[in-house]
């Protein structure tokens, strides 16, 4: 079985993807930590991790046969990991409506303090972009981010946003989700591979009540190739 988190192997190299094979007691270490944001140097991860640590807390993961799809929540570059050869691509083009978390020093002390930790948090989910899931199937792999600004009344809500590409990284759709939007920014979804089936959850509060309601895309295969302007930056 795959899990996600923080392991060191016995050559105290630290890994976030591993696998357990639970009958031997095996550990298989997959996919090391400097690949966390999408990037091959620790150094890199580092400096990343110093701009968005006490916000990203997830990744996202995606398997189609032996092919590993792998994304954090702050990051739309996306690790393509064939799970035989061990061999990884960096994929994926950062839209210009993505807003990659940064903060600095003073905004995660303010984060931090128990007075201004709350409003803080509300305008860093304002102001920035989320990654909120990843799916795949044989023919394309698709991510899915959210931007919290849809605006009903005075409430701000998350709007969610589509990438579609296929395996070797050519972007094939983008587009924002029709009709999708949730107050929370945690968005449970579920992809069914061979009916091309996305379904997504969202939630809002009305009243005193939590109101649930599912959202069901069918991603239509062959898709065609959509050419949008992109920033290929991180």
Do not use: C, W
Request: no cysteine; net charge positive; aromatic share 12%.
């Amino acid at each position: 079985i795959l899990l996600g988190g923080y392991i060191v192997s016995p050559q105290e190299k630290p890994y976030i993807i591993f696998a357990r094979d639970f009958q031997e007691h095996k550990t298989e270490y997959i996919l090391p930590l400097e690949f966390t944001y999408g990037i091959r140097s620790l150094r890199e991860h580092r400096r990343i991790r110093d701009k968005v640590e006490g916000v990203s807390h997830g990744m996202y993961a995606a398997l189609s046969g032996d092919t590993l799809f792998y994304v954090s929540d702050v990051r739309l570059k996306v690790i393509k990991m064939d799970l035989k050869t061990k061999k990884i691509d960096i994929l994926g083009k950062k839209p210009k409506n993505f807003r990659a978390l940064v903060m600095n020093t003073k905004t995660k002390k303010e984060l931090l303090h128990p007075q201004t930790g709350k409003k803080i948090m509300e305008e860093i989910l304002n102001k920035f972009s989320f990654v909120n899931g990843i799916f795949a199937d044989r023919n394309i792999f698709g991510v899915i981010y959210t931007n919290r600004d849809k605006k009903v009344g005075d409430e701000l809500y998350f709007k969610a946003y589509i990438q579609i590409y296929d395996h070797s990284g050519d972007l094939l759709y983008e587009d924002q989700l029709e009709e999708f939007y949730s107050e929370e920014n945690f968005i449970p979804l579920f992809y069914q591979p061979a009916t091309g089936s996305l379904y997504m959850l969202a939630m809002i509060i009305k009243g005193t009540s939590l109101v649930y309601t599912i959202y069901k895309y069918q991603i239509i295969q062959p898709i065609q190739p959509r050419k949008k302007d992109v920033d290929d930056s991180n």
